[in-house]
């Protein structure tokens, strides 16, 4: 069984950073796509970005130049670095994985995400 635990989340002003860790167990990691999805009060789960498993990145338009995805093979652990954070950012924040050997990262939809994470929740100030 795969597990998923975010963490790293927190409140920060408009303008910081921060950098959310998501530890993976259960299979091996290097062989999977992982994404970030995050959830706003009311608002549908939205997909950020996602990192294939050799290393190929996609981005949602709001987040490109802010965000990056990074996976550490060697820890199984899948990380979001956020930089210049705006107040649209705030979220309940999800790490994901495919259940596909080696697939691709054409399609981002929630559905194409076969595990998930508890969530970690962002807040960002104004």
């Known amino acids: 069984q795969v597990q998923l635990v975010e963490s790293g989340g927190g409140l920060v002003q408009a303008g910081g950073s921060l950098r959310l860790s998501c530890a993976a167990s259960?299979?091996?990691?290097?062989?999977?796509?992982m994404g970030w999805f995050r959830q706003a009060p009311g608002k549908e789960r939205e997909f950020v970005a996602a990192?294939?498993?050799?290393?190929?990145?996609v981005y949602v338009d709001s987040v490109k130049g802010r965000f990056t995805i990074s996976r550490d093979n060697a820890k199984n652990t899948l990380y979001l670095q956020m930089n210049s954070l705006k107040t649209e950012d705030t979220a309940v924040y999800y790490c994901?994985?495919?259940?596909?050997?080696?697939?691709?990262?054409?399609?981002?939809?929630?559905?194409?995400?076969?595990?998930w994470g508890q969530g970690t929740q962002v807040t960002v100030s104004s």
């Open positions: 994901a994985a495919k259940d596909t050997r080696y697939s691709g990262i054409e399609n981002n939809a929630s559905t194409s995400y076969r595990f």
């Open positions: 990192i294939s498993w050799n290393g190929v990145r």
């Open positions: 259960g299979r091996t990691f290097s062989s999977y796509a």
